[in-house]
């Protein structure tokens, strides 16, 4: 089962490697950098928002943004 998950994790890895680029390139060239930067922006702070709310399920405790 171990090396499942870890087929799984390196095919997450291979995947974000190749696709990222690839994505990222075709955003920078259809719509520009500005664009881009939103795009990646909006992804951090939903990456962000979705981290603290599993953290506060976890522990039932909400913590400042500076630890």
């Known amino acids: 089962m171990r090396a499942r998950y870890q087929s ?3 095919l997450a ?3 974000a ?3 990222g680029p ?3 390139g075709l955003v920078m060239e ?3 950098g500005h664009a881009l930067f939103v ?3 909006c992804v951090m702070a939903s990456a ?3 981290y603290r709310l599993m ?5 039932g405790k909400r913590h400042s943004l500076a630890h």
């Open 30 to 32: 259809q719509f520009g």
């Open 39 to 41: 795009t990646f922006a």
């Open 22 to 24: 690839l994505i990222g």
């Open 17 to 19: 490697a190749t696709g």
């Open 8 to 10: 799984a994790g390196s």
């Open 13 to 15: 890895w291979t995947a």
């Open 55 to 59: 953290e506060v399920k976890k522990t």
């Open 48 to 50: 962000v928002f979705f």
